[in-house]
Structure formats: structure tokens, C-alpha cells
């Protein structure tokens, strides 16, 4: 059964910080990961995609990466600002249905 | 393209009641799946509809169930509400391509508080 852990739970850093999130999966059998933001009472929105057989996915400040092998993936925020405050959840997707399965998140609060 | 979208956004039903909520996917998406966000057990996968036909399921009771329309818009009932379905159901649309690639797009979620 796919176990997906992320640490921390919270982190709380100054607006302009560079920081990295991470993301730990028990079963390297994925078809993709995927990383999402949450604010509070809300969806989720799609941030990073990254698929099985790629390495790395760039949008703007947010770099993802992905080792399959290890089943470890990284969220790297650079240049942190306020409106960058949520809940992050990383997601993978693998096994004979396509669901997600998800981290329970970090909690990002980044002070002005 | 418009979003995904839910209705309603809010309930408050009694233990007991059944209800009913709505998912319309993004234009073009085939695959609608269905998830509960608590704060104790996160989000959880509830069940998966393709083409009508529900494609995969979760570890969720039989009071849990859904359907999908021909225009691919899903609903999800629950009947015999107990307290601890109280949760965000969140609903996600994709093209539902075989192979797992795609990137799934959640809705902004219908808030249950069962009373």
C-alpha cells in the first residue's frame, strides 16, 4: 500500500527566503507526482507535474524534483513572499487504478 | 475554459439524512474522481468515474456511491449520515487517458457538516 509522508507538518520563514519542502513515498511503482496548494477552506491547485520518467519540473519560483529510486521528491521555493502562505500537499499516482495518493502536507506561513 | 465546479459549496445535514452533490469537470474531461479531506485522515480517494462507468474505487462503505451523466458530470451521494462524514468532498476532472499521466484539476470542494 503507497504511503506518502512529508516533513514538516509546518515551517514558518521570512519573506524572501529560499525553502525546500520534501515529500517521501513508499512504492517507486508511480506513473507521476504531483504537487498542489491548498488555502484554507479551499480546493487544491495544480502547481508541478512531474512524470515517472523525468527528473525535474520548473514553474516561475517553484522547482520540483523527483527520484523515483529513493521515492523522495523536493518543492523548492526561492525568493518566499506572504502570498506564498498555504498548505502544500505532494501526490502520487501509481498501482492498477489511477488514484492519488496523498501527503497529509506542510503547512507554509511566511512572515512580511 | 471554465474550472471545475461544485454544488453546492455548503451543506448542513442531519445524522441519519442522505445527500447528494454535484461535480461538473472541465470541458473535454472524460475522468471525474472523488476525494474526503479530514483533518484527521487527509484526503482520501472515494471512487473514480470514466465514461459513465465507475472505474475505480476507494475503501469507502456502500453508503458512499456516485454516478456520471453522459456530458460527464458526476454526482456523489452519501445516505445515513453519520457525524464522522463531515468533511471538504472534493471532486477532480482529467481526460482520463490510460497510462496515469495526467494532471488531475480539483474543484473547490463542498463543505458537509453533518449535525
Known amino acids: 500500500k503507497q504511503e506518502v509522508t512529508q516533513i514538516p507538518a509546518a515551517l514558518s520563514v521570512p519573506e524572501g527566503e529560499n525553502l525546500v519542502l520534501n515529500c517521501s513515498f513508499t512504492?517507486?511503482?508511480?506513473?507521476?507526482l504531483q504537487w498542489f496548494r491548498q488555502d484554507p477552506g479551499k480546493g487544491l491547485t495544480s502547481l508541478l507535474l512531474?512524470?515517472?520518467?523525468?527528473r525535474e519540473q520548473t514553474s516561475g519560483r517553484l522547482n520540483a524534483s523527483l527520484d523515483k529510486s529513493s521515492g523522495r521528491s523536493t518543492l523548492y521555493i526561492a525568493a518566499s513572499q506572504p502570498g506564498d502562505s498555504a498548505t502544500y500537499l505532494c501526490?502520487?499516482?501509481?498501482?492498477?487504478?489511477?488514484?492519488?495518493?496523498f501527503g497529509k502536507g506542510t503547512l507554509l506561513t511566511v512572515n512580511p | 475554459k471554465a474550472g471545475v465546479t461544485q454544488t453546492p459549496r455548503y451543506l448542513i445535514k442531519t445524522r441519519g439524512q442522505q445527500v447528494t452533490l454535484s461535480c461538473s469537470p472541465i470541458s473535454g474531461h472524460r475522468s471525474v474522481s472523488w476525494y474526503q479531506q479530514t483533518p484527521g485522515q487527509g484526503l482520501q480517494f472515494l471512487f473514480e468515474y470514466f465514461s459513465e462507468t465507475q472505474r475505480n474505487k476507494g475503501n469507502f462503505p456502500g453508503r458512499f456511491s456516485g454516478r456520471q451523466f453522459s456530458n460527464s458530470r458526476s454526482e456523489m451521494n452519501v445516505s445515513t449520515l453519520e457525524l464522522g462524514d463531515s468533511a471538504l468532498y472534493l471532486c477532480?476532472?482529467?481526460?482520463?487517458?490510460?497510462?496515469?499521466?495526467?494532471?488531475?484539476?480539483f474543484g473547490p470542494g463542498t463543505r458537509l457538516t453533518v449535525l
Open positions: 477532480a476532472s482529467s481526460l482520463g487517458r490510460s497510462g496515469g499521466t495526467d494532471t488531475q484539476y
Open positions: 512531474i512524470q515517472s520518467s523525468q
Open positions: 501526490a502520487v499516482k501509481g498501482g492498477s487504478n489511477y488514484k492519488l495518493t
Open positions: 512504492d517507486s511503482a508511480i506513473y507521476n
